[in-house]
């Protein structure tokens, strides 16, 4: 019998079929959905917490807190309380009300402030006062390492050694960190190719960090490309995504979509893997599926 945190990864990879416009790539997506807390950010947010235990830094009686835009806060809020642990968590006004609430369900604080740099500054400043503890995803080595132990292996494994392009939309740059990091130790030629909002494109989980406040895990060299994502493009390949391809996720994942779309369409021959990061379920109250 499992607990709830062993159901964290392996998480399966699915085909596109209708939506890839060459026959000679295969597009895969990573479905990170499928995590208990319904996304990807379960990953880091377990390695986060359970390091931290391991290295004593917190323990009972001890008040975890982060900033978020959703998907860490639900991995952290469900975790947190696997552990026993009370947590804070710090998320932008124009957060969907499912996040709010699917944290608050999970017994989490949540406050609500008004941009998510705004809620990064009060984190930080409340990590500083006693008996509180910021895990901190945007500089903390746990969040790639996490995906250097879990995502890259359950890639490579997936593709048999023959993914030539790695897609991820880029937030905290956890995932296509530790990604990267792993994929390139095993297959040196393998593309890691990011992708972020255009100069006025708003897209919940993926970001264009002003310069103070770039993660710090964030390490340029190992991205080979970044592609710029608008919301109407991120808009238009989630709705595919769900109707198409039966693929239901919010509009990060419809932006790596859209790079490794653009990809395939260069491509003589390939396998791409983009992170499908979460479920669309948390986005039902926008109006993404309107």
């Not at 990807?40 to 235990?53: C, F, G, P, Q, T």
């Not at 260069?266 to 599926?289: K, N, P, T, W």
Request: aromatic share 6%; hydrophobic share 35%.
């Amino acid at each position: 019998m499992s607990s709830i945190i062993e159901l964290i990864g392996n998480t399966p990879l699915v085909e596109l079929k209708k939506l890839n416009p060459n026959p000679n790539v295969k597009i895969f997506a990573k479905l990170e959905g499928n995590n208990p807390g319904g996304s990807v950010k379960d990953r880091a947010s377990l390695n986060m917490i359970r390091s931290a235990i391991e290295r004593g830094e917190i323990g009972p009686g001890t008040k975890l807190v982060e900033a978020t835009s959703g998907n860490t806060g639900i991995a952290l809020a469900l975790i947190a309380r696997y552990y026993g642990l009370e947590i804070e968590l710090v998320m932008p006004q124009n957060s969907t009300k499912e996040r709010k609430l699917t944290m608050e369900a999970f017994g989490a604080q949540v406050t609500l402030l008004e941009s998510i740099e705004v809620c990064r500054d009060y984190a930080e400043d409340k990590g500083k006062t006693e008996g509180h503890f910021l895990l901190n995803q945007f500089a903390n080595p746990d969040n790639y390492l996490a995906h250097y132990r879990t995502t890259g292996p359950e890639i490579l494994r997936d593709t048999d050694g023959k993914i030539t392009h790695f897609v991820s939309a880029m937030g905290t740059t956890g995932t296509i960190m530790g990604c990267s990091r792993y994929l390139k130790e095993h297959l040196p030629q393998v593309q890691i190719i990011g992708c972020q909002p255009t100069e006025e494109a708003s897209i919940p989980g993926i970001r264009r960090w002003p310069v103070e406040y770039l993660p710090k895990i964030f390490e340029p060299e190992r991205v080979d490309r970044t592609i710029d994502i608008s919301a109407i493009e991120a808009t238009e390949l989630t709705r595919k995504l769900t109707k198409d391809e039966g693929i239901f996720a919010g509009m990060s994942t419809g932006g790596a979509c859209s790079a490794a779309i653009r990809v395939a369409q260069e491509l003589e021959s390939g396998v791409i893997v983009f992170i499908a990061c979460d479920r669309g379920d948390r986005y039902l109250s926008s109006d993404l599926f309107g």
